[in-house]
């Protein structure tokens, strides 16, 4: 009896142990977030409030202006809940990839597409071969993974530089990048940047004291690997950032985490 008792006192603490991490998580995510939820909530709100003033007059553009202000903070809104729930079930082991053979080049241009209102006019170059064969991903997951690379294209470069996306095959994979003329990435951070909440100390990018909590590129690891993909960043020779990940063109069994 005593051995039953024993046991069960043992899967009893196990069970507190678990439930002890992922309060902790939680608790870590919730702090983190909440300001940054809060920030496009105010605007949102801002902005609607000012269209229903009705002692005000505003013109056709003033108008136009707080439409597209509610419409832009509520895509970041958007962006931020789906990193969220992707880190969740990254971390509670419930992410599956569901995967179909796809073309790349149409989900990149589909990408780019409904990132209009953040990249404004900001310049996009790509490179991709016609011949570029389709690829085994789930479209939603690689979505999230194009739409977190190019936001921070677009945020911690300068406006007027132009961002560059290629795509190529190399060794049975596809390889994507994205690449940039910011500020790049100090060497000793290259690798920590895609820790969860880790964000590069002092870094200048526009309006990063107000936005970001440093999910975005461990979440880009997490749903890469459940495609079988590896994600690097390195610093472009002449000045910027380059993002790099990798789908596998073969897919073996087994590949699929989750
Ligand atoms: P967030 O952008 O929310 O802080 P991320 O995980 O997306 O979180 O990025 C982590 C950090 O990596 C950023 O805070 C930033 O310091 C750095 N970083 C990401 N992309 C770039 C880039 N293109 N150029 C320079 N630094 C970058």
């Not at 809060?38 to 005000?56: C, F, G, H, N, W």
């Not at 809104?77 to 790349?104: C, F, H, Q, S, W």
């Not at 294209?153 to 994205?178: F, G, H, K, L, N």
Request: aromatic share 4%.
């Amino acid at each position: 009896a005593s051995v039953i008792e024993r046991e069960r006192l043992r899967r009893e603490s196990m069970e507190i142990e678990l439930l002890r991490r992922t309060d902790a998580l939680r608790a870590a995510l919730l702090s983190s977030v909440s300001h940054d939820l809060r920030t496009p909530l105010s605007s949102i709100k801002a902005a609607a409030s000012s269209l229903l003033q009705e002692d005000v007059q505003w013109d056709e553009e003033t108008r136009r202006s707080f439409a597209v202000a509610i419409e832009r903070e509520a895509d970041r809104l958007n962006r931020l809940v789906g990193n969220l729930l992707d880190m969740t079930r990254i971390e509670g082991g419930a992410l599956k990839a569901e995967k179909e053979l796809y073309p790349l080049e149409e989900l990149i241009h589909d990408v780019v597409g409904h990132m209009q209102l953040l990249l404004q006019d900001r310049a996009v170059c790509f490179s991709i071969p016609n011949d570029l064969p389709p690829v085994e991903l789930d479209y939603l997951q690689i979505d999230q993974v194009l739409t977190n690379l190019i936001e921070n294209a677009v945020r911690y470069t300068p406006a007027d530089t132009p961002i560059e996306i290629a795509a190529q095959v190399v060794d049975e994979q596809i390889m994507v990048s994205i690449a940039d003329h910011g500020p790049g990435i100090p060497p000793e951070d290259l690798e920590r940047i895609f820790d969860k909440f880790y964000r590069v100390s002092g870094a200048t990018g526009r309006g990063t004291s107000t936005m970001g909590s440093g999910l975005g590129l461990a979440v880009c690891r997490g749903l890469i690997e459940a495609h079988g993909g590896q994600i690097w960043a390195e610093n472009r020779p002449g000045g910027g950032a380059i993002f790099r990940f990798t789908l596998p063109l073969k897919v073996t069994e087994g590949q699929t985490h989750g």
